[in-house]
């Protein structure tokens, strides 16, 4: 048979056509088939808690019982313009609205219901043609085949909500704020807390330092307290601290170094409890590790190698809370910068878990934003964005004002949770920038950053004829910018300042900005709303140190400014007067200047209505006898004050604790509110009605220094706990090698026994001494078991305490009574031999006796019955003294 293999050549290729096309329909999505799908939804509504209380809140939610079939949670189409319709008590509606749904298919809102009575609640979805685009975010998402099906229109059944006159209470009770010493972490629920819990990000860093204050504003902590006295929790050397000993010699400039302004010594972070620090070492500022410190206890929880490079130096602290659909929460990281030239600027930096310290990401390109000596700019933390604790940098570069976001840079500017990892390019966190003017009526200007606060970014020109001067040329040239926008508020304007004088800012805060003229010591306010000035010159107290140096903040209304010349002036914001000045006076010999100067460089601190400053200086010796100072902002008064050299870097303030690193021993100094134990006993144990019995115990501080070296040796069974006015001698005795105080005062403690009912009646209040003690001697008032307790109520420098006894009382024995008179008498008697009569004992004598004549016999009776009565008489006497 002849075969045309031609044409089967053909119909072979055609059947394998014919397969393949046929594999590829099972294969491509039937779009036209699914084009005019119509897929039904179901829409639900809730309104809860129901019933709820008059202007409380109700949460509202609209449910899709599954998302978008384009959106399975990597993008696409979202269920969009959902209302829902509220029908009001009185029958009036209101429509909320519209929303678009998440990712998984709801949508959230709230509101405060004003009326007493019914509502009504119902939730409506037009329907929509699926695009695969997420309108949010522009990302396409899954099952794009579903492209032009047509999502249906859902209508949600109706749904009540009661709301009635009584307040509705939680079932949980959050517990409130604490009356005793609480540490990290704070329970989730105790919401109340949160308050408490404060964080010193490091932020911003003062001159010579890579981080160490709060952020770009200055260093006022808004948060939390801070310690009302002078007591110490515990202290860590960081370097060989004060004199060195022989044969180096020891006077005011020979102690180990401490006050360089080219060495790195200590450059605070503080997040959820956890003091941060880099470990330096040598005249080059070595690396050796970084520290993770809790400040509570002084505990080393790790310690690594300065970053993943082994060559970085912490620069700041982050909390970011976010989140996305499957998780929501906060997370902590640590920012790092590596080791770079005395004036030179990082050109990359890391991200490190701030629990572990592992690294987490690496940010590149940074470009031209380095700050002064080699520090970073500095940054503010936006709790305002959908992504609280969000950092914000603000910087000039190329002639325009830029402002960096750190959740842009993560995210990309989509929400979510933010978990850093890989590489990242600074300039992709930029989320504005913005020109500057050149020119102010046809001159030309350059303005540059003078202040940053949350509201507005102060840019100021003030041309000098004099390096390193602040002297003017006469005037300046300011303008003030939208820190949020970068929306241009007011300016430029040209304002005339005195000449040739130096004059600088100081403090820019709270829609105000303050400059200072150093030469003439005078102060001039300005609003940041429109630059116009509100007062000055003001005249400030000084002398002539005070005309050297100066700084100052802004909080509480006020400005604070103080100098070298140890001088503190508090000028009211609004008006322009000075409310109170405070100086520690002449310093007699203490120090070369006749006063304690204090130094500038961003080193003091602002917390819980108090202004902490250091007294000291750096560049040039002697190291003179200093304090840190606590000053109440409302008064000027002294609130307390310490044996501390610090001007070397700002006191770190978190959790209501002082951080502070001493000049004086090279040692990180932890102040705040610390524990005490206290313990009672009574005794005898047992006792009787009307007894006294003594009731005694101790009264401790328990704070972690109490079992460091050098102090526990001194007091090994325990440091007593003291008085709050002798707070500061003491803790110099404790901790700083100084004098024991006189008679230093104890605590109170208060004494109570608790009733048959439960219920507690005080027996007295005693105090402890200086060793710690107490006694109080008590006389119980009935017979039975006791519970006696001793209470310490606390103080502003320890946390209370209590502690009880158990002591029994029985009843008194009876009085023992002896017999009368008669029955002793009669007793005798019947105790006594029976004897013959007198005339038995006469006759048995007669009887034995010769005859003799009458008158003989007669009176021999007598003698013999007188004998007898002598012998009866005595033998009585004698048998009665034998019973007594």
């Given amino acids: 048979m002849n075969i045309d293999k031609s044409k089967t050549k053909i119909s072979t290729i055609a059947l394998i056509l014919t397969l393949t096309i046929a594999a590829m329909l099972v294969a491509l999505p039937i779009t036209t088939a699914q084009d005019s799908l119509e897929i039904p939804t179901f829409l639900y509504v809730t309104a809860e808690p129901n019933p709820v209380g008059v202007n409380q809140i109700v949460y509202l939610h609209a449910v899709f019982s599954k998302p978008t079939p384009t959106n399975q949670g990597t993008g696409g189409d979202l269920h969009e313009n959902v209302t829902i319709e509220m029908t009001k008590p009185d029958g009036s509606k209101q429509v909320l609205g519209t929303y678009n749904a998440g990712m998984t298919g709801g949508v ?8 007493i009575g019914t509502y009504t ?13 997420n309108p949010d975010t522009g990302a396409r998402g899954q099952n794009l085949g579903m492209v032009g099906s047509h999502l249906m229109r859902a209508v949600s ?16 009770n959050s517990p409130p704020l604490p009356d005793e010493y609480w540490t990290r972490p704070i329970y989730s629920t105790n919401w109340a807390w949160g308050e408490l819990g404060a964080n010193w990000f490091g932020l911003s860093a003062p001159a010579f330092m890579t981080t160490g204050g709060y952020d770009a504003t200055g260093n006022l902590q808004p948060y939390g307290e801070a310690p009302n006295t002078a007591h110490i929790m515990w202290s860590k050397p960081t370097h060989f601290g004060g004199q060195p000993g022989s044969p180096i010699q020891s006077d005011k400039s020979t102690q180990y170094s401490s006050t360089s302004v080219v060495v790195n010594y200590f450059e605070p972070i503080i997040i959820s409890g956890i003091l941060y620090y880099t470990q330096f070492a040598g005249l080059n500022s070595d690396l050796v590790s970084w520290e993770a410190v809790d400040i509570r206890t002084g505990e080393t929880l790790w310690s690594r190698s300065p970053g993943d490079t082994g060559t970085e130096k912490l620069l700041m602290g982050q909390i970011i809370r976010s989140h996305n659909i499957q998780e929501f929460g906060s997370m902590a990281y640590l920012w790092s910068a590596p080791l770079a030239g005395f004036m030179s600027a990082p050109s990359w930096l890391g991200l490190y878990d701030a629990y572990t310290g592992e690294f987490q990401a690496e940010i590149t390109n940074i470009g031209a934003i380095g700050g002064f000596l080699g520090g970073t700019i500095p940054f503010m933390m936006d709790c305002e964005a959908e992504q609280q604790g969000t950092l914000l940098g603000h910087y000039t570069s190329g002639g325009n004002l830029i402002m960096w976001n750190s959740s842009k840079l993560f995210l990309g500017g989509f929400g979510g949770m933010i978990h850093p990892s890989g590489t990242y390019d600074f300039t992709n966190g930029i989320e504005w920038s913005v020109p500057l ?10 303005l540059s950053i003078a202040a940053r606060t949350p509201e507005v970014i102060l840019l100021r020109q003030t041309p000098s004829p004099i390096m390193w001067q602040e002297a003017t040329m006469g005037y300046q040239i300011t303008a003030g910018y939208d820190a949020k926008t970068g929306e241009l508020l007011w300016g430029p304007i040209n304002q005339t300042i005195p000449a040739l004088q130096d004059i600088s800012l100081v403090a820019a805060r709270d829609g105000y900005y303050v400059l200072h003229n150093k030469d003439t010591g005078e102060a001039y306010g300005y609003s940041l709303i429109n630059g116009q000035q509100l007062w000055g010159p003001v005249k400030l107290e000084g002398n002539a140190w005070s005309h050297l140096t100066h700084a100052g903040e802004i909080a509480y209304g006020k400005v604070y400014i103080w100098d070298l010349g140890g001088y503190v002036s508090a000028i009211d914001l609004e008006t322009g007067d000075v409310v109170w000045n405070f100086t520690r006076g002449s310093a007699g010999y203490d120090t070369p200047y006749g006063i304690y100067p204090l130094f500038h460089y961003n080193m003091h601190s602002l917390a819980d209505g108090k202004l902490f400053l250091s007294e000291g200086h750096l560049y040039t010796p002697p190291l003179h006898p200093a304090r840190r100072l606590a000053i109440n902002c409302t008064d000027g008064s002294l609130v307390w004050s310490i044996l501390s050299f610090s001007s070397r870097s700002p006191a770190a ?26 313990t009672v006993t009574a005794s005898p144990k047992v006792s009787t009605t009307n007894s006294r019995v003594l009731i005694e115990g101790t009264v401790m501080d328990i704070s972690a220094g109490a079992e460091q070296d050098g102090v526990i040796q001194r007091f090994p069974n325990g440091l007593p706990a003291v008085a709050d006015e002798d707070m500061r001698e003491w803790m110099e005795y404790v901790y700083m090698q100084q004098v024991m105080p006189e008679d230093a005062k104890g605590v109170p403690v208060k004494l109570a026994y608790q009733l048959p009912d439960g219920s507690w009646k005080d027996i007295d209040e005693t105090t402890s001494d200086d060793y710690g003690n107490f006694g109080y001697m008590w006389t119980p008032p009935d017979e039975g078991t006791y519970v006696i307790k001793a209470f310490f109520l606390g103080s502003e420098s320890y946390y209370r305490s209590s502690a009880t006894t158990y002591l029994g009382v029985d009843p008194a024995p009876e009085a023992y009574q002896g017999p009368s008179a008669e029955e002793i008498a009669e007793t005798t008697v019947n105790r006594l031999p029976a004897y013959p009569t007198a005339s038995e004992v006469a006759q048995e004598t007669v009887n034995q006796m010769p005859e003799t004549p009458a008158y003989l016999t007669i009176d021999l009776v007598i003698l013999i019955i007188a004998a007898i009565g002598v012998i009866i008489g005595l033998i009585a006497y004698m048998t009665l003294k034998k019973q007594k």
Wanted: glycine share 8%.
């Fill in 108 to 115: 959230a809102t709230y509101f405060y219901p004003q009326d």
């Fill in 121 to 133: 609640f119902q939730a409506t979805y037009p329907g929509q043609i699926l695009t695969g685009k």
């Fill in 157 to 172: 059944e109706e749904v009540t909500l009661e709301v009635q006159e009584d307040q509705v209470e939680s079932i949980y």
């Fill in 437 to 446: 003017p050149t020119e102010l009526n046809g001159i030309p200007i350059s």
């Fill in 653 to 678: 303030i978190a959790d209501g604790y002082v951080v502070e690193w001493n000049s004086f021993d090279n040692q990180i100094y932890s102040f705040g509110k610390g524990p005490t134990k206290i």
